[in-house]
């Protein structure tokens, strides 16, 4: 298996991995922390989610990056420039300086391919495509677990392990709370 991390610019690949299995479906479709305004997550219902992703595929840069296996889109991570996501004004999780930093806060793994390492290829491709983006830094907000079993739907922020040996240090506590778990503030300078 020879896994090959690429943007997500082909809208239909990227539904292959997020999207629902019915279209008319309200599911997140990885735009709750990607857009800024919560006015507009709620007001996409049903296909106008599809929309609003196959918009963001044409853009640049692209709503985050993909795995795949061969020609078979087998993951999902999204990252973007932090200013552009409703991380720009979360309460929970802090900003530590003024750098324009970019995030990484989801993962999603097909499944038939979890447990070959997919998280990894994402998170390593993930910090390429934001440093060929010139960005300065890259942060995530992953689950301080401590080895504990991680609810599989809620296993999508990653956890520290996974960004520590991605590189990411710990810079910082948050108040935001997932499965039970504390989220910490990893980051990897890209400079």
Known sequence: MAIEV????VYDDVAAVIG??????NVCF???????????????VGPARGERVRELCAQTPPPGVLAYDGDEPVGWA??????DTAFATNRKIPHVDELDVWSVWCFRVRPGHRGEGIAHHLLAGAVEFARANGAPAIEGYPVD???AKVDLTMAYVGTRRLFEQGGFTKVADTDSVLNRFPRVLMRLDLA
């Open 6 to 9: 690429r943007p997500a610019t």
């Open 20 to 25: 629902p299995k019915k279209p008319t479906s």
């Open 30 to 44: 990885c735009l709750s922390y990607r857009l800024r305004a919560s006015k507009e997550n709620l007001a996409l």
């Open 78 to 83: 999204a990252v973007h420039p932090r200013a």
């Open 145 to 147: 677990n401590r080895g």
